[in-house]
C-alpha cells in the first residue's frame, strides 16, 4: 500500500514562485513514471508535466516556467514541482500522480 502526501500549495504573487512536494512511501511499491495534474475552477484536470525513466515532458501552457524532479532517499520517493513566472491562469488544485496513486490535491492560488 502506497501513502502519499503532497505540500507546499499556498497563495502567491503574479510573477511569484512555489515549489509543490509529492512524497510516496510504503512496502513493496514501485513507481517508474509519476506526474503533476491540475484542475481549475469549473473545468477538467489537465496534465501538467511527466517524469518517466528520465525524460521529463511539459504542457505548452507551462513549459519554460515549471520543472519537474525528485528524489529517491530511505524508501520514499518524492517528486518536486518548481513553478516560476507563476500567472493567474496556474490557479488550481494541483494533483500528484505516483505511478497510478494519486495524491489528495493541493491549492495554488496565483493573485494580485
Known amino acids: 500500500q502506497v501513502h502519499i502526501v503532497e505540500s507546499g500549495g499556498g497563495l502567491v504573487q503574479p510573477g511569484g514562485s512555489l515549489r509543490l512536494s509529492c512524497s510516496a512511501s510504503?512496502?513493496?511499491?514501485?513507481?517508474?513514471?509519476m506526474g503533476w495534474y491540475r484542475q481549475a475552477p469549473g473545468k477538467h484536470r489537465e496534465w501538467v508535466t511527466s517524469?518517466?525513466?528520465?525524460?521529463?515532458?511539459?504542457a505548452d501552457s507551462v513549459k519554460g516556467r515549471f520543472t519537474i524532479s525528485k528524489d529517491n532517499a530511505m524508501g520514499t520517493v518524492t517528486v518536486y514541482l518548481d513553478m516560476n513566472s507563476l500567472k493567474p491562469e496556474d490557479t488550481a488544485v494541483y494533483y500528484c500522480?505516483?505511478?497510478?496513486?494519486w495524491g489528495q490535491g493541493i491549492q495554488v492560488t496565483v493573485s494580485s
Open positions: 500522480d505516483m505511478g497510478g496513486s
Open positions: 510504503g512496502s513493496g511499491f514501485s513507481i517508474s513514471g
Open positions: 517524469l518517466a525513466y528520465g525524460r521529463t515532458t511539459y
